[in-house]
């Protein structure tokens, strides 16, 4: 497992990996990733296996002190792998570097196994996000204490 630093050259994998992990309407367009690769409040970070990108996750640095996980991908033909944890030590800790005290994220309510993920990370469920991601189609809205000694301890 290798991870870097995704680059406008790698925005159209990421985005068949979008596809796969999720619904049309739910998978980000082209010109999204694409945004987010160059943003400066943005950090998107690829995962590669023998070369093939396997997964990826964007944060958006949305305060001094907080960031949102937009998006953590792995495609489902590396799932089961530990892809999605070793994603999830590298943007925390890419957080704490940067004094990051308070992470959030969305997650489908039918999710279960990110749910769970997020779970053994110490994200808790906020509150419901009523149609999320359309009518009816609903996302839990989760959170992390970075600062708190616990937290940085990891799994």
Not at 24 to 31: G, H, K, Q, S
Not at 64 to 92: C, N, W, Y
Request: proline letters at 3%.
């Amino acid at each position: 497992m290798i991870l870097r630093e995704l680059s406008l050259s790698d925005v159209e994998a990421a985005a068949r990996i979008d596809r796969r992990c999720f619904a049309a309407w739910i998978a980000y367009p082209l010109e999204i990733l694409e945004e987010c690769v160059m943003s400066s409040t943005c950090e998107s970070v690829g995962i590669e296996e023998d070369e093939v990108l396997a997964g990826f996750f964007i944060v958006f640095y949305s305060g001094p002190h907080s960031a949102q996980v937009v998006t953590i991908d792995v495609d489902p033909d590396f799932r089961g792998m530990g892809f999605g944890k070793v994603m999830m030590e590298e943007l925390e800790n890419r957080a704490r570097q940067k004094d990051i005290r308070r992470m959030f994220l969305q997650v489908s309510v039918k999710n279960y196994p990110a749910q769970s993920l997020y779970k053994k990370f110490g994200y808790h469920v906020r509150r419901i996000l009523y149609h999320y991601y359309g009518p009816g189609y609903h996302a839990y809205l989760m959170e992390k204490d970075l600062s708190c000694a616990e937290a940085a301890s990891g799994i």
